[in-house]
């Protein structure tokens, strides 16, 4: 059954709570959605909130970066909170105020914890290749032991953590219904666009992603210049 209580105080959703959704199949959901999360901390007195790639395994949320990066330093020795969100339509009312937006949110707070082992490493990696782009890692030419070395890969468990959603129409007052302006939903949404090969690319053929493959204008599954 989906959970109904927030895991902890700080996820528990305080404004419009009735679109609280805090059971894992909706957070995670939500995470496998997006491509990018902001992830915020401090560091040196000062708080920052960075945009970064993630993905999701099991109940952890990955992220990945330069061995040297500052902010994955920070983010081993103190708590952090990301935030993912998704735009899915423009709600327009009669009136300005009752203007809003179908979205899907989720908050988490944790710990990020590092991973040591290289080929577990190696293999979350893969999991983010793949996950994107189904099948291209084996493709690829093989990832270095500099490589790997010079790359931190961390994660934070998404056991603290509520999602947000928005999925409805217009909430218009019963006296502005009549008003003579368009009310309804514009629906907002991801499509691929047409892709650009490298002049010095070997293949031809465009590989698939998660979001589907490539197609042209024609409908046809588009294929890159040699």
Known sequence: ????????????????PERARYDAEAVNAIVD???????????????????????????????????????????????????????????????????????RSVVVYGRFELLTDP??????????????YPGRWDTLRPISDKELNATSVLRIPLTEASAKVRDSGVKDDEEDLAWPAWAGVIPLGTELGTPRA??????????????????DGHGGHRRAPR
Request: hydrophobic share 45%.
């Open 198 to 215: 490298e002049a010095d690319s070997v293949v031809s053929t465009v590989p698939p992603t998660r979001f589907g493959s490539p197609r």
């Open 33 to 103: 959605a997006a491509v990018i999360c902001n992830v915020a901390f401090q560091l040196d007195g000062a708080v920052h909130a960075i945009p970064t790639i993630h993905w999701r395994e099991g109940e952890h949320l990955y992220i990945h970066g330069a061995k040297a990066s500052r902010m994955l330093k920070a983010l081993i020795d103190a708590e952090a909170c990301i935030t993912i969100a998704l735009a899915d339509g423009l709600v327009l009312a009669r009136s300005a105020m009752h203007h809003s937006m179908n979205y």
């Open 119 to 132: 080929l577990e490493k190696q293999r979350s990696l893969q999991a983010l290749i793949d996950g994107l």
């Open 1 to 16: 059954m989906p959970a109904t209580a927030a895991p902890s105080a700080r996820t528990r959703v305080r404004r419009k």
